[in-house]
Nanobody, 110 residues
Framework: QVQLVESGGGLVQPGGSLRLSCAASGRIFSYFMAWYRQAPGKQRELVASIINGGMTNYADAVKGRFTISRDTAKNTMYLQMNSLKPEDTAVYYC?????WGQGTQVTVSS
């Protein structure tokens, strides 16, 4: 089972940017991978996904602002988040198959 570790979260003002990283302990080239988020009192939701070959998919709420990518040589997945809004505040988790990271907090506030 792949071990996943997220990093890159933090506090940012509205309109700002953050880049999240998800480092995997094993090869991820052939896996479907995704970023999810969970805000207080809400269910975990899919933010973006990427599959072998590089095809991506995004939640409507983040389209045009977030970009998911993967560096197979580094076994790392990224989520570039631009034009952040207060409603993007959540704990962000990376997922690969049955494996989940521990989550990284993203807070968007002035």
């Amino acid at each position: 089972q792949v071990q996943l570790v997220e990093s890159g979260g933090g506090l940012v003002q509205p309109g700002g940017s953050l880049r999240l990283s998800c480092a995997a302990s094993g090869r991820i080239f052939s896996y479907f991978m995704a970023w999810y988020r969970q805000a207080p009192g809400k269910q975990r939701e899919l933010v973006a996904s990427i599959i072998n070959g590089g095809m991506t998919n995004y939640a409507d709420a983040v389209k045009g602002r977030f970009t998911i990518s993967r560096d197979t040589a580094k076994n790392t997945m990224y989520l570039q988040m631009n034009s952040l809004k207060p409603e993007d505040t959540a704990v962000y988790y990376c997922n690969c198959g049955l494996s989940w990271g521990q989550g990284t907090q993203v807070t968007v506030s002035s």
